[in-house]
Nanobody
Framework: QVKLVESGGGLVQAGGSLRLSCATS????????MGWFRQTPGKEREFVAT????????YYADSVKGRFTISRDSANNTVYQQMNSMKPEDTAVYYC??????????????????????WGQGTQVTVSS
């Protein structure tokens, strides 16, 4: 069992920045593709970003491309998401997820929630206009 704990959410004005963190208990962190998803009430969970096993490859939803950056720190078993130029439509609960994988890739195959094996409890992000 892998435990994921998100932090860094909060309230920010439009145009501002936040940095989310996801600490994992995974002994073999390097074996997990990591992803960020978000969800608003009444809507399905939406893919935001994913990073490959090595961290060399990333893939983003079109809605956040150029504004969000996902990264991973293997020394601390943590994945981050830097969110800049934030918009009110970025308001959501953000979830971290881990997918036990073999291939060192980050692509459309990692955009489906069903791909992931473990999830965090989520952190609220609110962007005011």
């Amino acid at each position: 069992q892998v435990k994921l704990v998100e932090s860094g959410g909060g309230l920010v004005q439009a145009g501002g920045s936040l940095r989310l963190s996801c600490a994992t208990s995974a002994r073999t962190f390097s074996r997990y593709v990591m992803g960020w998803f978000r969800q608003t009430p009444g809507k399905e969970r939406e893919f935001v970003a994913t990073v490959s096993l090595s961290g060399r490859s990333t893939y983003y939803a079109d809605s956040v491309k150029g504004r969000f950056t996902i990264s991973r720190d293997s020394a601390n078993n943590t994945v981050y998401q830097q969110m800049n130029s934030m918009k009110p439509e970025d308001t959501a609960v953000y979830y971290c997820a881990a997918d036990l994988a073999i291939l060192d890739t980050a692509n459309t195959a990692s955009t489906q929630p069903t791909t992931y094996d473990y999830w965090g409890q989520g952190t609220q992000v609110t962007v005011s206009s």
